[in-house]
T-cell receptor
């Protein structure tokens, strides 16, 4: 299956600072999905990217898929305490989805 | 509310116990999944069911036994578990196995003593 590595494992920011998590693969990915899991919660689908160089935005969140389709990033502008949680990237079809290890984001006032 | 309901939310069991986890989806999806989430590990896919037929079994020990009586319900029967099986067990569904996104339930936090 498609292997994905995610960095950093953990990031602690002050509210208002930006945050970025990266997802990397040694092979070309068919797609990239992003999920968010709040503390004590379950993963919730955020978005899917499929095209080379694709960029999508959801309010303060910007998602990018690399030109070579081997990496992706999630950038949050001006973090808020509601952004706290673990962000996972994943790749593949629903029945063969490979998840990254996740980046845990902590936001303090 | 994601449309995927899991019970129980928490479970503590001894190594000789037998218990079952239940999952129900109200989304009209045709594929359902069991995932295991352990600390500092990626989500691990355990089982995949499509229209009540098992299509994937990712080398899961036989002490975990899935059952899918219909496309809306999924069970995970547990027996003679080990302490290292303690984890969050997540049920998920998708429109079909080739579908895009997964909808996860709230999970069962399992502790094996």
């Amino acid at each position: 299956g498609q292997q994905v590595m995610q960095i950093p494992q953990y990031q602690h920011v002050q509210e208002g600072e930006d945050f970025t998590t990266y997802c990397n693969s040694s092979t070309t990915l068919s797609n990239i999905q992003w999920y968010k899991q709040r503390p004590g919660g379950h993963p919730v689908f955020l978005i899917q990217l499929v095209k080379s160089g694709e960029v999508k935005k959801q309010k303060r969140l910007t998602f990018q898929f690399g030109e070579a389709k081997k990496n992706s990033s999630l950038h949050i502008t001006a973090t808020q305490t509601t952004d706290v949680g673990t962000y996972f990237c994943a790749s593949g079809t629903a029945s063969k989805l490979t998840f990254g290890t996740g980046t845990r984001l902590q936001v303090t006032l | 509310e994601t449309g995927v309901t899991q019970t129980p939310r928490h479970l503590v069991m001894g190594m000789t116990n037998k218990k079952s986890l239940k999952c129900e989806q109200h989304l009209g999806h045709n594929a359902m999944y069991w995932y295991k989430q352990s600390a500092k590990k990626p989500l691990e896919l355990m089982f995949v069911y499509s229209l009540e037929e098992r299509v994937e079994n990712n080398s899961v020990p036989s002490r975990f036994s899935p059952e899918c009586p219909n496309s809306s319900h999924l069970f995970l029967h547990l027996h003679t578990l080990q302490p290292e099986d303690s984890a969050l067990y997540l049920c998920a569904s998708s429109r079909n196995p080739m579908g895009e996104k997964l909808f996860f339930g709230s999970g069962t936090q399992l502790s094996v003593l």
